[in-house]
């Protein structure tokens, strides 16, 4: 076949797109879990802007990639029936509410992370909505992805958290607890998500996607909750530092790959091929 | 009401690809850039091989996921059943790119040109609007509404049909109402078995391919 049903890589979406869901992720799921720990301070203050950041650093790649970044207001424009739009809306309450946030932590008022918690939950349930929507790419239609999405969000900026706990010293006991149960989580829904792309995504794609899960499986489960039970056993905050760091990363791989590797479209199919002359009917 | 949709009949076609270049002529799209494109496709195995050509484009889908994505309602779908574009809205962002199933959208982010320099058709028809946002095929609705204007028949008189039905030369592609019982493409429907590409993700395309006579 020269130009047909073989599905190819996309191509309109690079780098740049994986960026968003990356820094987009892992900021949100910082700031949710910055919340959850009930962090306070200059500590809470400082988690907070850096999940701000990593949105930041999200939008700003996503923006490098619009033909027309100039008119990029227009995304705004249709609120109706595109999560590109609300994940807009999302993202334009969350900065100032975020930033208050961190204004009064940092003047000493605690319990004021759950307001943006919440705007980074919406802001994260937009994106993975946006990947579902793209009907042209069977990876990305799966409804699982949302789950699998939200779940690597959270379980990143757990990582995150606890990468920076030997300064912030805002982790305990239940908090290392519930960083363990979001690798776990994490895991399962990705074979999940996996297990229901099977004859529905192109061979390479889930190919690319297999790998991806073995990096998620050895270096962003495995080892962190390794690490994880020695920090706990142990006490060593290094060693939980050092989970958060291996789990982080497998998750931004799994979403680069997601985006830029596993993006593969159906191609074309004829469900009947064309009966001429008296030959008997066919199919493909 | 009014549904504009087109017919392709799979039988007729024979790959000569004027549908394409009437297209490109005709709408000025750059090189690598087929907003109307015959694909070449090969089913089976030696000796038992299959031969089909099938033109492909934007399906003006009933529900366009491309319309439902697009984050400027630079997407739009007309009562008519027409997708269009507003090139002076999109941001050239691709989400329609990636959410088309049938990969007929476009993004072009530089003039390009077939010889690297423009020559004078090319240089006549540049539209810089048209650089660094989604582009795809519009049924060439503005010959259609010239031509309702003048109270033509899309699909029947030339001057209201669009540049790939006219071209053409085997009659393998129909365009008219599908919501007269009494048109071109009703008739062709009502006379033949046909399929919609990918019909399984509830798109509703606007393009039927013929495959075979009706057998009752």
Redesign the interface.
Known sequence: ?????QPWQ?T??DWRAAGNFIGGGAGSGLIMFTALAGADGAAAAALLLAGLALIGLGLAC?WA?????L??L?????PR?????RE?IAATVLFPAGAAAALLAYTGVSGIAWLPAVLAFAFIYCQSR?VQ?????PA?REPCVVALLLATSLAEGAGLFWLAQPWHRQGSTPLALVFGALLLVRIVVWYAYRARLDGHAAPRALAALDRAGRVLLLGGTVVPLALLAVALVGGSAAAAAWAGLAAAPAGAFVKFTLITRA?F??G?????????GQAP??T? | MTRWAMVVDLRRCVGCQTCTAACKVTNATPPGVQWRRVLDMEFGEYPNVRRAFVPVGCQHCDDPPCAQVCPTTATKKRADGIVTMDYDLCIGCAYCAVSCPYQARYRTLRATFAYGEPIESEARTLDEDRLAVATKCTFCVDTIDAGLARGLTPGVDPAATPACVNACIAKAMAFGDLDDPASNVSTLLAENESFRMHEELGTGPGMYYLWDRHTP
């Open positions: 076949m020269s130009y047909g049903p996309q309109a979406w996503v990639e619009l033909g027309r970044p008119r990029a227009h995304v705004f424009f249709n029936t595109s999560w590109m739009t807009a946006m929507a793209a009907r042209g790419i990305w993006g479209n159906q074309f199919a004829l469900q009947r091929l064309p009966v001429r009917r066919a493909p």
